[in-house]
């Protein structure tokens, strides 16, 4: 009896259908959360197994073990320049060591200096409406930091619409407001 002969039935008994198809839908959702690298490449290993047909070549088996990692680990390595699925897991320890030195030492990366020391929301919503409406050729004012064109009136009296002394800008005979009980303007 050859090794296939007696493979297929016993899988076949051992093994049913249904086990292995949830193994493949966990194979497909893996994603590294807590796990080592060897944890999570040992999961991997054990669930790819039973998925021969979505890691048929070696460059498949480095594309799906590169998106289950972190981002910590992806940023860091290049899955094109691994030839084999070892390479690419003893890049991802190499990386890991690297990462646990780091929090020895005291060090945080870059991006997490900038995530303790982000403004509030409120500050993040004001930012991006000025970056958008920048983009529409009006730059932030350099004085005053808001969206005008034209000269800066900030510290002058008067109105800022006309630039007359004698009223205010709410006050602006050049701007009449419409009132909204009777419509009319004034």
């Known amino acids: 009896m050859t090794w296939q002969e007696f493979k297929e039935p016993f899988m076949r008994y051992h ?14 959702r893996l994603r590294q ?31 799906r073990f590169y998106r289950v990692l972190k981002a910590e680990f992806r940023e860091f390595i ?11 897991i003893n890049l991802a320890r190499d990386r890991e060591i690297e990462i646990k030195r780091q929090e020895e030492r005291g060090e945080k990366r870059s991006s997490e200096k900038g995530a303790s020391s982000s403004p509030s929301k409120k500050g993040k919503y004001q930012e991006q409406g000025r970056k958008d409406k920048s983009k529409g050729g009006i730059t932030p004012c ?39 009980n009777c419509f009319e303007r004034g």
Do not use: W
């Not at 991997?44 to 021969?52: A, P, R, S, V």
């Open 15 to 28: 093994c049913p259908q249904s086990a292995i198809d949830k193994i493949q839908e966990d194979f497909l």
């Open 33 to 63: 959360k807590n796990e080592s690298i060897n944890e999570i490449s040992n999961t991997f290993m054990d669930k790819m197994k039973f998925c021969g047909d979505f890691v048929k070549t070696e460059r498949m088996k480095i594309n």
């Open 78 to 88: 290049t899955p094109s320049k691994c030839e084999t699925l070892d390479e690419l």
């Open 142 to 180: 350099k004085i005053c930091g808001k969206l005008h064109t034209g000269e800066c009136l900030l510290g002058k009296k008067g109105c800022y619409k006309c630039g007359k002394e004698e009223h205010s800008s709410y006050q602006c005979p050049n701007n009449p407001k419409t009132c909204f």
